[in-house]
């Protein structure tokens, strides 16, 4: 169904039930989905978020200066994609780690032509520490970097299995959609991906899937056609 696509990954999918720190079953398991989507020919790109070791808003919340708070947040998200790359090498894939801000030798200093030359030779590209400036999320990150190598979706993996009228967790009469338009979940106020991030993709018309990424073989399933979660498009 897709030939290249950015993977987003919350901070918290890595930490496990608690979404704290990094679970080693949690990130283990999510190797696994991602090599064999790798193995299937997929071309993946991926930007993590921080949130399960630092996230720069709640630093504001305990009296940290924003900038500061959000400096820490970028490099809460090279730790885990760091973390990843390792566990994605011991599926015998290769991952290179890219950084918004020059961080060598810890990681590469991000250039498009690179990270997309770690794609077209079936390795995986990890790019972390956001867009590199403060009060920029890694939802906006991430659709930036899926602008700019190409990418045929922006795929969100969650822990819900896609974007609902209401909080499902809180709210049993909450709906499903299967499909959504840009200007529909604006609307609607559904928190899908900040309003940068939107803009970004409905701009670039590059389409939005939220999906369950904790339920075993569903990224692959969904690469392969198979309709899950909910697709945002123009």
């Known amino acids: 169904m897709y030939k290249r696509v950015l993977l987003k990954l919350s901070g918290e999918s890595l930490g496990g039930p608690s979404g704290k720190g990094i679970d080693e079953n949690s990130l283990n398991e999510t190797a696994v989905e991602i090599a064999q989507a790798v193995k299937e020919g997929l071309q993946v790109a991926i930007v993590n978020g921080g949130g399960n070791i630092f996230r720069g808003l709640q630093g504001v919340g305990r009296g940290f200066e924003r900038v500061n708070g959000d400096k820490m947040g970028m490099l809460a998200t090279v730790i885990n994609s760091l973390g990843l790359a390792m566990a994605l090498r011991d599926q015998g894939i290769k991952a290179e780690v890219f950084t918004a801000t020059p961080m060598e030798p810890i990681a590469r200093y991000y250039v498009r032509e690179a990270a997309v030359k770690v794609l077209e030779e079936g390795g995986v590209a990890l790019i972390a520490g956001g867009t590199g400036n403060p009060f920029f999320t890694t939802d906006s990150g991430a659709a930036l970097r899926a602008l700019e190598i190409g990418a045929d979706a922006l795929l969100k993996g969650t822990r819900v299995d896609g974007v609902y009228t209401a909080d499902p967790e809180k709210d049993p009469a909450a709906v499903k959609y299967t499909e959504l ?13 900040d309003q940068t991030a939107f803009a970004l993709c409905e701009q670039g018309d590059i389409p939005i899937v939220v999906f369950d990424m904790t339920k075993k073989g569903n990224l692959t399933r969904l690469l392969k056609g198979e309709a899950l979660g909910t ?4």
């Open 181 to 193: 338009t840009f200007d529909k979940a604006l609307a609607d106020h559904l928190k899908v991906m």
């Open 231 to 234: 697709i945002v498009h123009k």
